[in-house]
């Protein structure tokens, strides 16, 4: 008597075809998601964090920051002092983006002083700053990308997200408008070259908002 030698028909195929093609897509479909809440999540802190300032200023007439007087406003925790010339700190991103406990620029002392007026949630002796949805961190500086004024920075941005927060805030363009980009991680203080957003997968952008 011969052996009957068992397989898959094509309808079990099918639907094992079925499962996986179901299962990919509702992959997809959640990455895309997560994707969706970073984008927002991004915008939100460039809101909140324009809101937190301009509430400061309106509070205590000075640049979060900068403020001359906070060393005496807040002792305990001891707030550090700014030199109240108006403006914060222009240096490399990669300076301002180690803030610790025992920093003294003025971009730490920022978070700082907005933790310690209640503006912004969080530890109110810690100088350190946000993170952002997408594993990098906010900063906030005078001169950024070589545009006068104050801006906000949020740096590690893939191409896909900081293009779409600036389509959702601006012009969605990197080199125009309030939101400006660059590729550039270590120095903020040059004029973004980028005219487009590359969505690579590996391209990072800082993302800065003028004020």
């Not at 700014?82 to 300076?95: D, I, P, Q, V, Y």
Request: include cysteine; hydrophobic fraction near 35%.
């Amino acid at each position: 008597m011969k052996a009957h030698q068992g397989g898959f028909t094509l309808v079990e195929i099918a639907i094992v075809l079925i499962i996986i093609g179901l299962l990919i897509g509702g992959a997809l479909k959640g990455q895309e998601l997560i994707t969706q809440a970073r984008i927002r999540n991004v915008a939100n802190d460039f809101s909140n964090i324009t809101v937190a300032i301009y509430g400061y200023q309106d509070r205590y007439k000075k640049l979060p920051g900068d403020d001359e007087l906070a060393d005496a406003r807040w002792t305990s925790p001891q707030a550090t002092k700014g030199n109240g010339n108006g403006t914060l700190g222009e240096g490399a991103l990669s300076a301002l983006l180690s803030c610790t406990s025992d920093s003294s620029t003025e971009n730490c002392n920022l978070w700082q002083h907005l933790r310690l007026s209640g503006f912004i949630a969080g530890d109110p002796a810690s100088k350190s700053a946000p993170q952002n949805s997408a594993g990098g961190v906010l900063q906030v500086k005078s001169g950024a990308l070589g545009e006068a004024g104050l801006a906000i920075c949020s740096s590690g941005l893939s191409g896909k997200i900081a293009g779409a927060v600036d389509t959702q805030l601006d012009d969605g363009k990197p080199g125009t408008g309030a939101l400006r980009a660059s590729e550039k991680t270590s120095d903020l203080n040059e004029k973004p070259q980028i005219t487009a957003y590359k969505e690579d997968g590996t391209t990072l952008y800082v993302l800065c908002r003028i004020l």
